[in-house]
Every structure is written in C-alpha cells, then in structure tokens.
C-alpha cells in the first residue's frame, strides 16, 4: 500500500513564505513525475509544479518566480517552497506522484490527503 503525506501548511501573511513536503512510502518500486496541485473553494483542482525523476520541472504562470520545486529522490520526498505568496495562492495543496508499485504494475498516480495553505492579506 502506498502512502503519500504531506505537511507545512499553514496560515501566513502575504509576502511570506511556506514549504511543503510530501513523502512517499510503502510499497513502491519506482516513482516516475512528482507534482503539487491545488484547489481553492469553488474551483477545479490546478496544477502548481511538477519534476520528473531526473529533475526536470514544470511550473504555472501565476507561480513561475515564487514558487520552487525540488524532490530528495532517495527519501521519495518532494518538497514546494512558496515565497512572495499571495491572497490568491490560497488553496488546499495535493501532491502527487506517478509511480510504480511493484516492477510487474502499471504506473499510476497517487494522491496525498492535502494540506491546507493560507495566505491573509
């Protein structure tokens, strides 16, 4: 059984700072993309950042700048540092992880619990 955990969040005031880290554990033989997303009330989950295994990442528009995201391959743990937040970062993040549970299994995509992120103004 695979488990991702996250933890960091928090309540903040805009232009500060959080880190989120998320490790993965249990039953994993490989993880391919690791990835924040996030979803605030009333709107669609969105992707925050994404890196793949060999530390190639992706970031959204609106957090391209502020946002970094970094991953401990040896730990299976992803991490999101947050700087110069915004009011409008604030959301519930998932991390996520495409991974291999066994060498015979398909990969899939596992999700963390979420953890919640607020930015006052």
């Known amino acids: 059984q695979v488990q991702l955990v996250e933890s960091g969040g928090g309540l903040v005031q805009a232009g500060g700072s959080l880190r989120l880290s998320c490790a993965a554990s249990?039953?994993?033989?490989?993880?391919?993309?690791m990835g924040w997303y996030r979803q605030a009330p009333g709107k669609q989950r969105e992707l925050v950042a994404t890196?793949?295994?060999?530390?190639?990442?992706n970031y959204a528009d609106s957090v391209k700048g502020r946002f970094t995201i970094s991953r401990d391959n040896a730990k299976n743990t992803v991490y999101l540092q947050m700087n110069s937040l915004k009011p409008e970062d604030t959301a519930v993040y998932y991390c996520?992880?495409?991974?291999?549970?066994?060498?015979?299994?398909?990969?899939?995509?596992?999700w963390g619990q979420g953890t919640q992120v607020t930015v006052s103004s």
């Open positions: 996520a992880a495409d991974l291999r549970p066994t060498a015979w299994a398909k990969i899939g995509r596992y």
């Open positions: 249990g039953s994993i033989f490989s993880i391919n993309a």
């Open positions: 890196i793949t295994s060999g530390g190639s990442t």
